[in-house]
């Protein structure tokens, strides 16, 4: 069965600081990746789609990568700012197509 | 932008009742879907439907639930008669298809259903 886990839980950093988002998965059977933001109380965003046949994706001041054979995908985001501020889901795609999710990293970036 | 819509944003209800909850997913979009999200946890994968046929459920996903795509533009997710554990925030997610399983999925704003 398929687990996703997201490390850290919680993060917070000071405005301007690049930082690295990570998420595990341990079935490395995915057909994609996707990564999500999440404001309090609302919906999910989509930031990021990865396919499995990718290794990264790259979306303004996002970066996604993905390591199937590891497990792992890392969400790389420049120059933070205190908009960014969310909690990031990432969610891995089966062959069943549902997506399978993260618990999540709640970020908060300060001025 | 094309976007997922739900209603209503929050629904409270009283246990037992029953509840529709409505989507209308993006125009073009093929493949539909429900997830939950239970305050505090994860979200949940409930149920996949495309061609007018559920394609997937999950273990959650028991009699009391049902799907249905009424016309060309709603999808419903019911709950026949609501427990007090039912209380989540309900998602509903469309996608195209250009084949295969790789397109992003697009999720709508929520609703938050409230069981007393």
């Known amino acids: 069965k398929q687990e996703v886990t997201q490390i850290p839980a919680a993060l917070s950093v000071p405005e301007g600081e690049n930082l690295v988002l990570n998420c595990s998965f341990t079935d490395s059977a995915i057909y994609n990746l996707q990564w999500f933001r999440q404001d309090p109380g609302k919906g999910l965003t989509s930031l990021l789609l990865i396919q499995s046949s990718q290794r990264e994706q790259t979306s303004g001041r996002l970066n996604a990568s993905l390591d199937k054979s590891s497990g792992r995908s890392t969400l790389y985001i420049a120059a933070s700012q205190p908009g960014d501020s969310a909690t990031y889901l990432c969610a891995v795609g089966d062959n069943t197509d549902k997506l399978i999710f993260g618990t999540g990293t709640r970020l908060q970036v300060f001025p | 932008e094309p976007e997922v819509t739900q209603t209503p944003s929050h629904q409270v209800t009283q246990m037992g009742q029953e509840v529709i909850l409505r989507c209308v997913p993006i125009s073009n979009h093929l493949y539909f879907y429900w997830y939950r999200q239970i305050l505090g946890q994860k979200v949940e994968f409930l149920v996949s439907?495309?061609?007018?046929?559920?394609?997937?459920k999950s273990e959650i996903f028991d009699d009391q639930f049902s799907v249905e795509r009424p016309d060309g533009s709603n999808f419903t997710l019911k709950i026949r008669s609501t427990k007090l554990e039912d209380s989540a925030m309900y998602f509903c997610?469309?996608?195209?298809?250009?084949?295969?399983?790789?397109?992003?999925?697009?999720f709508g704003p929520g609703t938050r259903l409230t069981v007393l």
């Open positions: 997610a469309s996608r195209y298809s250009s084949g295969g399983l790789t397109d992003t999925q697009y």
């Open positions: 439907f495309y061609n007018n046929e559920i394609s997937e």
